[in-house]
């Protein structure tokens, strides 16, 4: 297969698009309400957890993806098995990501275009991205994503005029179980979806480190979250963001600075579509790299253009409509994404740590006894 490589400032850059990804335009948590700002906090406390077993996992196989470590780990069998399931993960949040970008245009802009319209549109973008390379990719992100930042932060100031501080009280009124609900909801989604770079950090450059990469990553992407949901709250309120499908959107449409600037929003959906085609780009070279892998096909990007053709049409018949994505997104994906973001990754990572550590004692113990034998030897 061909070898990419990607900067560690490339790869921080992207998994930090990637984390914002949908969030940007769907928002986080409804049940914390006013103090979303405490879930998400909480949230990273929990995902820099599980971020120490994804970076341990990788930095005890420096320069290969997660499908070369599960044959290494599991045999060629069962690492089949696993890499199966990471397949799945993968297609399917690619097929996510695509169905909910594809009912914010719907919904926000272009009512009556069908959803095929603008997934297969997408998907031609997203497969020239991954044929390119994930390298093309980030260099690209290298240049956007502090225009990204930048955009972010002049909405934000530009929307102080209309903030509303008695918006965030009282602190806690519900008591703690509903920030912990949604505390729980924000790791699975967006934080813990970043399982699917183990596949990409086999590309990581030498010298690089996976746990800065993951941890700066969790520190601007959560950062990002955290403005964007609360100026949803300060300018919306908790009953106008809940009634609001896109609450980050939202709030950018009533933004009026005098008679010349005006409807920021189109600037704004343009600058998070940014977001969803990074994370669905990264979602199918995770895709293409593990069915490349499994069938030992040398070149990945040949498979771009059928498995993104399959993801699109995945995407269309995944819900019968927003109401149902919404749901399932709120309710079902929590529980579904436990076992491909905690329990596989940590299985993977206490037979890594055992086998690493065995094989560790196995040379210690060969050492001794070729010293042991060669002594007589060096002694006549």
Same mark, same amino acid.
């Given at each position: 297969?061909?070898?990419?490589?990607?900067?560690?400032?490339?790869?921080?850059? !992207?998994?930090?698009?990637?984390?914002?990804?949908?969030?940007? $335009?769907?928002?986080?948590?409804?049940?914390?309400?006013?103090? $979303?700002?405490?879930?998400?906090?909480?949230? @990273?406390?929990?995902?820099?957890?599980? *971020?120490?077993?994804?970076?341990?996992?990788?930095?005890?196989?420096?320069?290969?993806?997660?499908?070369?470590?599960?044959?290494?780990?599991?045999?060629?069998?069962?690492?089949?098995?696993?890499?199966?399931?990471?397949?799945?993960?993968?297609?399917?949040?690619? %097929?996510?990501?695509?169905?909910?970008?594809?009912?914010?245009?719907?919904?926000?802009?272009?009512?009556?275009?069908?959803?095929?319209?603008? &997934?297969?549109?997408?998907?031609?973008?997203?497969?020239?991205?991954?044929?390119?390379?994930?390298?093309?990719?980030?260099?690209?992100?290298?240049?956007?994503?502090?225009?990204?930042?930048? @955009?972010?932060?002049?909405?934000?100031?530009?929307?102080?005029?209309?903030?509303?501080?008695?918006?965030?009280?009282?602190?806690?009124?519900?008591?703690?179980?509903?920030?912990?609900?949604?505390?729980?909801?924000?790791? =699975?989604?967006?934080?813990?979806?970043?399982?699917? *770079?183990?596949?990409?950090?086999?590309?990581?450059?030498?010298?690089?480190?996976?746990?800065?990469?993951?941890?700066?990553?969790?520190?601007?992407?959560?950062?990002?979250?955290?403005?964007?949901?609360?100026?949803?709250?300060?300018?919306?309120?908790?009953?106008?963001?809940?009634?609001?499908? *896109? +609450?980050?959107?939202?709030? =950018?449409?009533?933004?009026?600075?005098? %008679?010349?600037?005006?409807?920021?929003?189109?600037?704004?959906?343009?600058?998070? @579509?940014?977001?969803?085609? /990074?994370? /669905?780009?990264?979602?199918?070279?995770?895709?293409?790299?593990?069915? %490349?892998?499994?069938?030992? $096909?040398?070149?990945?990007?040949?498979?771009?253009?059928?498995?993104?053709?399959?993801?699109?049409?995945?995407?269309?018949?995944?819900?019968?409509?927003?109401?149902?994505?919404?749901?399932?997104?709120?309710?079902?994906?929590?529980?579904?994404?436990?076992?491909?973001?905690?329990?596989? +990754?940590?299985?993977?990572?206490?037979? &890594?740590?055992?086998?690493?550590?065995?094989?560790?004692?196995?040379?210690? !113990?060969?050492?001794?006894?070729?010293?042991?034998? &060669?002594?007589?030897?060096?002694?006549?």
């Amino acid at each position: 297969m061909e070898k990419e490589v990607i900067s560690q400032k490339q790869a921080i850059i !992207i998994m930090s698009t990637f984390i914002i990804g949908s969030t940007a $335009i769907l928002g986080i948590g409804t049940h914390a309400k006013q103090d $979303i700002w405490i879930a998400t906090i909480i949230a @990273m406390v929990m995902t820099s957890l599980i *971020f120490a077993v994804y970076g341990r996992i990788s930095s005890l196989f420096p320069g290969k993806s997660i499908y070369e470590i599960l044959d290494l780990l599991f045999g060629k069998v069962f690492g089949k098995v696993f890499l199966l399931f990471f397949v799945f993960y993968s297609f399917t949040l690619g %097929a996510l990501v695509i169905r909910d970008f594809g009912e914010f245009v719907k919904i926000a802009s272009l009512p009556e275009t069908p959803l095929c319209i603008f &997934a297969f549109f997408a998907v031609v973008l997203i497969i020239w991205a991954v044929r390119e390379g994930i390298e093309l990719l980030g260099r690209f992100l290298a240049i956007f994503f502090p225009i990204y930042v930048f @955009m972010i932060s002049i909405v934000t100031l530009l929307s102080i005029p209309l903030f509303d501080f008695s918006n965030l009280k009282p602190v806690l009124y519900d008591g703690l179980n509903p920030v912990l609900t949604d505390s729980f909801g924000i790791f =699975t989604f967006p934080f813990a979806e970043v399982v699917v *770079f183990l596949c990409l950090m086999g590309s990581l450059r030498k010298n690089s480190s996976v746990y800065k990469v993951y941890y700066n990553s969790l520190l601007i992407s959560g950062t990002l979250l955290i403005i964007i949901a609360l100026r949803s709250i300060l300018v919306l309120g908790m009953p106008g963001r809940l009634i609001q499908n *896109f +609450p980050p959107y939202a709030s =950018t449409r009533i933004i009026r600075i005098g %008679a010349f600037l005006q409807r920021i929003e189109a600037s704004i959906a343009i600058i998070f @579509m940014l977001s969803g085609f /990074t994370k /669905t780009t990264v979602c199918l070279y995770a895709t293409t790299k593990g069915i %490349a892998h499994l069938f030992n $096909i040398k070149g990945y990007r040949k498979l771009a253009a059928p498995l993104g053709i399959l993801t699109a049409l995945y995407s269309l018949i995944m819900y019968e409509d927003a109401a149902k994505m919404f749901e399932w997104t709120s309710k079902i994906y929590p529980y579904y994404a436990i076992p491909h973001q905690i329990i596989f +990754p940590t299985l993977a990572w206490i037979v &890594a740590e055992v086998k690493t550590r065995t094989s560790k004692k196995n040379n210690a !113990i060969k050492a001794e006894e070729t010293d042991s034998t &060669a002594l007589p030897e060096s002694h006549n």
